[in-house]
């Protein structure tokens, strides 16, 4: 298991927006799943530094808080590139040649699932169907479904995203 003791610091106005937000949710029941989207949501990413004091509010362990938030591909332990890119791997975009075009994507972005491009641009994350099946294969830019993708529409997208961030 990585060092669930992180010594990465936050500024202070992370901490107190993340301070904020465990104050908000730790009453509720099954407050850790809420508070970890909201911690997501908020900043882009759960960083380690929070897993101590989520798990003093909740009353966990911190490898109990570690072990949730690696166990859901969803959330990130970095901070995230300008754009994210979401590949579907489920089995209809698997079927319809999604992994010959993920390979293409990571090659020419020279990045693997969850790192980020050196400029910054683009975060390339897995991502377990989209609902868009019948468009395989399929895949997100943001908040923003995209299906029958080939590698020259990808290149496309990137190339837009890249322009607008
Ligand atoms: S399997 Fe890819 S969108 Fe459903």
Redesign the pocket.
């Known amino acids: 298991m990585a060092n669930v003791l992180s010594t990465e610091t936050l500024d202070a106005e992370v901490l107190d927006k993340v301070q904020a937000l465990i104050a908000q949710h730790k009453d509720m029941p099954g407050a850790l799943l809420p508070l970890l989207h909201s911690i997501q949501d908020g900043i882009g990413y759960v960083p380690e530094a929070c897993y101590l004091p989520i798990s003093k509010a909740l009353a966990l362990s911190v490898a109990e808080v570690h072990g949730v938030v690696t166990f859901y591909h969803h959330f990130r332990s970095h901070p995230a590139g300008r754009h994210i890119l979401q590949i ?1 791997r ?4 698997q079927a319809m040649g ?1 992994e010959k075009l993920e390979a293409n994507i990571k090659s020419s972005l020279g990045i693997d699932y969850h790192q980020t491009t050196a400029d910054g641009a683009i975060t390339l994350e897995p991502v377990y ?5 019948a468009c ?3 895949l997100m830019m943001d908040d923003e479904v995209y299906g029958r993708m080939n590698s020259q529409k990808v290149a496309e997208l990137i190339s837009d995203a890249r322009a607008t961030s």
């Open positions: 579907c489920a089995e209809s975009c999604s169907c989209l609902g868009n099946c395989s294969p399929a």
